[in-house]
């Protein structure tokens, strides 16, 4: 699979079970994530790498609640807990994730005014440079697991689509959100763009 890169998307201890933004059974990708890095040369680690009062909290817009969607310059923002802080324990990558071999760490949502979901364009469509640095490499396929399926998984992989690269989800080391219908919805758009859905045997 010298070819083909893992993404392994914020696997962060504030999206594991009793984390500020903790997705339900998050901890159980940990295992099938370290066995599928095993297998593949180029591994990429993503961290949400927010500042303290970033536009996508709840707590930036003082009368909203708790996932209210907003419009904001870029479209719709779901707003967040606070979450993965820079440089605070929860936004560290999780102690039970062990690949050591990972190429790259890239950093997301450090803008203070715009969020970023996936890990090749902000919301605003800045690049993130992750695209050209696969290609650098001789990436032409991208398969991805991690937190959470229906925002941060899914929004990589069709920007990886978008990107010319073919593109595969390990469904079983993924968790997700599922927030008023996310997953389903996550799932169709992936669907739809041609992404794969896979499970961790069968890339064994």
Wanted: charged share 15%; with cysteine; aromatic share 6%.
């Amino acid at each position: 699979m010298s070819q083909t890169a893992l993404l392994l998307i914020d696997l962060q201890p504030d999206f594991l079970p009793g984390g500020a933004l903790a997705v339900p059974d998050g901890d159980a990708v940990l295992p099938l994530a370290n066995r599928l890095a095993a297998g593949f040369a180029t591994v990429v680690l993503t961290q949400d790498w927010h500042p303290p009062g970033h536009r996508s909290f709840a707590s930036a817009h003082p009368g909203r609640a708790l996932f209210e969607t907003i419009r904001m310059p870029y479209g719709e923002q779901v707003l967040w807990p606070d979450h993965c802080l820079q440089a605070t324990p929860g936004a560290a990558l999780a102690p039970g994730l062990h690949v050591p071999h990972a190429s790259l760490i890239l950093r997301k949502g450090c803008n203070p005014e715009v969020d970023s979901y996936s890990a090749f364009t902000e919301a605003d469509g800045t690049s993130t440079g992750l695209a050209a640095w696969l290609r650098a490499r001789g990436i032409t396929r991208v398969v991805l697991a991690g937190l959470a399926t229906d925002y941060c998984v899914a929004w990589s992989a069709l920007d990886a689509r978008r990107a010319g690269f073919a593109t595969a989800v390990a469904e079983d080391a993924c968790r997700a959100i599922d927030l008023a219908g996310s997953l389903a919805a996550a799932w169709a758009r992936m669907e739809q763009a041609g992404i794969a859905r896979l499970r961790t045997a069968d890339l064994a």
